[in-house]
């Protein structure tokens, strides 16, 4: 473990040191700190462990049950882990295969240490708890990207606690998780209210500005079942009634092996399409890397993907828009801000994604609104 953390940046390890309360002035020598690390870290594994995201726990449960040194490869993260779990954690970049996965490995004294706990710590009731309640925090992240710390407490309170007697202890094992010291912070544009930010963002100002303009929008309220799948690692899980579809088109490889087209798993690209929606790219910008490679064959079937593909982006919860998605905007009547309008007047951009223009009226023989090539009366306009 000290040699391993010798290896990193000695700010890095300065602030390490004040994560674990350890006493580690910068004007030591950075094999000094690592060395104090290291001690605190092995010392303290059934503190620490308690503080780190359900996945990654997942992760030591099955390296503690393996022998010292063994490598397990897992998919890639589209956030860093925790700095303090990226070092415990050895990440072997030569194991990697096509930047798509990690092989993970722990030195031979942090196996010991943690393998030594790690039952004791998480196999009780209430640890179980705790990582649900955790996971249901990671999922109100991501789906509204952001929100302030009092409107998550207020929806923390939702969640279906066992009893009342074990409310205050999670909640407070809770505010010391690396969900809250991770996401918490003050933004330029807000800098009188902190607020947690999802790891899956970007570029945060940027979405919090979006955010204050929908003013007239609610932050949607969900159903636990959903916000339990949007905190799923590595890949959350938001299901519409599209997404059976897009899941077989993604897993579509064509009638023969010619025809067949490396693909990765299909969560993972409806993870990408969601994460583009959600960062303001070009709507169409995943139905074109889509198309890009489908068998040339098979161009029949543009259509009907556009089609496929806007529906089920137009039903995804969105950032912006508090949580709803923009089909969901439309049917409430809400009127938004409009960024930039298509010369065919069908839809605005609002973030980079298609929204329904609800300021003109849409004929029944006009182009749907959600970019599926159809008439309004032979798609949407049918409800």
């Known amino acids: 473990m000290k040699e391993a953390l010798a290896k990193i940046d000695k700010r890095a390890l300065v602030i390490m040191a004040d994560h674990f309360d350890v006493e580690a002035p910068q004007s030591l020598p950075k094999e000094a700190i690592a060395e104090k690390l290291s001690s605190a870290i092995l010392a303290t594994a059934p503190e620490w462990l308690k503080r ?60 010991a240490a943690i393998s030594a706990c790690i039952s004791e710590v998480f196999d009780n009731d209430l640890m179980r708890e705790y990582l649900c309640l955790q996971q249901y925090g990671y999922g109100l992240l991501t789906l509204y990207g952001i929100i302030s710390v009092e409107h998550f407490c207020d929806e923390i309170e939702y969640f279906p606690f066992s009893s009342e007697d074990v409310i205050d202890e999670l909640i407070l094992m809770l505010g010391k998780s690396e969900l809250f010291y991770m996401c918490s912070t003050q933004l330029e544009e807000n800098k009188d209210e902190v607020v947690l930010v999802s790891p899956w963002v970007e570029n945060a100002n940027k979405v919090w500005h979006e955010i204050q303009k929908r003013e007239n929008i609610p932050y949607k309220v969900f159903e636990y079942e959903k916000i339990m799948a949007a905190g799923q690692l590595p890949y959350p899980s938001f299901s519409n009634e599209f997404t059976k579809g897009m899941i077989d088109l993604l897993n579509y490889t064509g009638d023969t092996m010619e025809d067949s087209r490396p693909i990765e798993p299909a969560e993972q690209m409806l993870t990408d399409i969601w994460f583009c929606i959600q960062e303001g790219e070009s709507p169409m910008a995943g139905v074109e890397a889509m198309l890009a490679d489908f068998p040339s064959k098979h161009r029949k079937m543009t259509n009907e993907v556009v089609g496929l593909y806007s529906n089920y982006q137009n039903s995804l919860p969105r950032w912006d828009l508090k949580g709803h998605s923009p089909t969901e905007v439309f049917e409430m009547g809400i009127k938004l801000p409009e960024k930039k309008e298509e010369k065919s007047g069908t839809f605005i951009e609002s973030n980079g994604t298609p929204i329904v223009n609800i300021g003109s009226k849409i004929g029944r023989n006009d182009p749907c609104p959600c970019g599926s090539g159809k008439k309004y009366k032979n798609c949407c306009g049918k409800n």
């Not at 049950?65 to 897992?74: F, N």
């Open 52 to 111: 780190l995201p359900p996945y990654d726990i997942e992760i030591l449960r099955e390296l503690s049950k393996l022998p010292t040194g063994t490598r397990i490869e897992k998919p890639l993260l589209y956030f860093p882990m925790p700095s303090v779990m990226y070092n415990i954690i050895q990440i072997d970049d030569e194991k990697s295969i096509e930047d798509k996965t990690n092989a993970y490995y722990l030195t031979d004294d942090v196996h």
